[in-house]
């Protein structure tokens, strides 16, 4: 029986090394991760700013509906896009499933309210301090729109890096529908999960270990946009 | 009394040259019922082209909401309202701004304020950035024009909002309480940058507090209580002999409250 200590020493050595795979499956993860955030931000900055800034009949239904669409259990995200995806779904013929562009759907899909809830609060917010100044000025729809989204922009990104965190760290939906294959669809989480079960836990804490400074960096960049928006009074 | 006569026949002089003014905007029986409760009861109110407003009362007499009435910020219960004359409509509500009790910055420059007004009024290029030189340079703000709008003191915020109103060349311009909470230089700054676009033609509509602040800028007085009018007219003529009891105990400084609380 190894001790932790003697399997976290391998593991960080493996880092060091700089090992093939390990980087492989780091950039594979924030490739996918990357391109669903961005996804997600196109999708949801503008939804949020939407549900956010006007009033429309159906606004607080659509409210109530993003707000819960955050906590969307992974699995069940994943095993849908897996029905839509599979030789026998409505997408199948797209031959998608078990590739990285099936686990960009998936976490778009989980990213994407995220982003589109917590943008409607800050731009709602943001809008009752701006909203007499804009119709006193005459602002018309779409330039009150980018208006509040540039203005609220540190807010937006610490946004987008809370969908990045969750993202970055799922593992439910990217394993159903990427199937975790060696070389084309294994990311942090999912080669945590199967190394730790196959007895290989130098790889899988090695990633751990990599998945950790991610999120210590994810919240220093948060902490450090907080503080130059706090500067400039643009909090 | 002969004494008696003569400043008559001066107020009489007042209120006939204040009449001849032609009206920008009137209002007509404008009436805000919010929950039940009359917020705005009735009131006419006649704006003289090229005149200096002023809008006087108590904490809630109803003074910013009669100017947010008549921007059209607020759709009024009851009322008509008409701009020189005729309809209020689109373009009219483009000659106006208004400056807020509390200036609304946006997150971005002193410039890119200004930029951001001009750009909403259709200016671009040279045009714009030329109309930004000019609103810098009034307000002497032209230091601080890189400096984001919300570092600013409150004087300066409220020279900026003023500027960025100003920018837009509006024919008609509505001040909500400009120098309250003001040091005395900063109001000096605000009340020249006021009367100097008064020279040059803009109308004026100003809530104020201040006694001193009325004898300096104001054309036309309307004295406000619990949302009716209780007193108007030439600003010579109110402040020397006012007919209504809220103006008199107000001009000799009684201080009182409107019964639906008091509110900046
Ligand atoms: N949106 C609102 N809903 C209900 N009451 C309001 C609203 N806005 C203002 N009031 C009330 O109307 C009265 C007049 O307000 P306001 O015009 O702000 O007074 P002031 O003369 O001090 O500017 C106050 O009693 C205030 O509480
Ligand atoms: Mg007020």
């Not at chain 1, 729809?141 to 203005?151: C, H, S």
């Not at chain 2, 002497?140 to 919300?150: K, N, T, V």
Request: net charge positive.
């Amino acid at each position: 029986m190894q001790t932790f200590a003697s399997v976290l020493g391998d593991a960080v050595a493996l880092i060091l090394s700089g090992d093939a795979d390990l980087m492989e499956i780091i950039a594979l993860s924030l490739r996918v991760t990357i391109t669903a955030v961005i996804a997600a931000c196109l999708i949801g900055l503008p939804l949020g700013a939407v549900v956010g800034a006007f009033r429309f009949p159906g606004r607080t239904l659509a409210t109530v509906l993003l707000n819960s669409l955050m906590g969307l259990p992974p699995v069940v995200v994943g095993l849908v896009v897996y029905l839509a995806l599979s030789a026998s779904g409505p997408l199948g013929p797209l031959g998608l499933l078990y590739t990285p562009t099936a686990m960009v759907i998936a976490q778009t899909i989980l990213v994407t309210p995220i982003v589109a809830a917590l943008t409607r609060q800050v731009i709602e917010d943001l809008d009752r301090e701006y909203s007499e100044q804009f119709r006193s000025l005459g602002v018309g729809p779409l330039t009150r729109i980018g208006a509040l989204l540039w203005d609220a922009r540190y807010s937006l990104l610490t946004v987008a890096l809370a969908g990045f965190g969750r993202a970055v760290a799922e593992v439910g939906a990217v394993i159903i529908v990427g199937g975790n294959i060696n070389h084309v669809t294994r990311v942090m989480t999912t080669t945590i999960a199967l190394e730790t079960s196959k007895g290989n836990l130098e790889l899988a804490l090695a990633l751990g270990v990599v998945l950790l400074v991610i999120a210590v960096l994810v919240n220093a960049a948060v902490m450090g946009l907080r503080a130059s928006a706090a500067r400039a009074a643009y909090a | 009394m002969r004494e008696a006569a003569a400043r008559t026949e001066v107020e009489d002089a007042a209120s006939i040259a204040a009449a001849a003014v032609p009206a920008l905007l009137e209002a007509q029986g404008l009436r805000l019922e919010i929950g039940g409760k009359r917020l705005i009861d009735g009131i006419d109110i006649r704006i003289g082209q090229g005149r200096k407003t002023m809008i006087m009362g108590a904490n809630g007499a109803g003074k910013s909401l009669l100017l947010r009435l008549l921007h059209g910020l607020i759709v009024p219960t009851a009322g008509r309202m008409t701009w020189r004359g005729g309809p209020l409509d689109k373009s009219a509500r483009r000659a106006q701004a208004m400056v807020f009790q509390r200036p609304v910055m946006l997150r971005r420059s002193v410039l890119a304020n200004l930029a951001f007004a001009l750009k909403v009024r259709g200016l671009r290029g040279p045009a714009r950035e030329a109309r930004i030189a000019e609103a810098l340079d009034k307000a002497q703000l032209g230091d601080l024009a890189r400096s984001p709008a919300r570092v600013l003191s409150g004087g300066e915020q409220q020279r900026l909002a003023l500027a960025r109103a100003l920018a837009c060349d509006p024919e008609l311009l509505f001040l909500d309480e400009p120098t309250a909470s003001l040091d005395p230089a900063s109001t000096q700054a605000i009340e020249s940058l006021i009367a100097d676009a008064s020279r040059r033609g803009v109308t004026v509509v100003m809530v104020s507090h201040d006694l001193g602040q009325a004898r300096r800028l104001a054309d036309d007085i309307v004295f406000l209580q619990a949302g009716r009018v209780a007193e108007s007219g030439p600003a010579s003529r109110v402040l020397c002999s006012p007919r209504s009891e809220a103006a008199g105990a107000w001009l000799e400084g009684r201080l009182f409250l409107d019964g639906q609380g008091a509110q900046g």
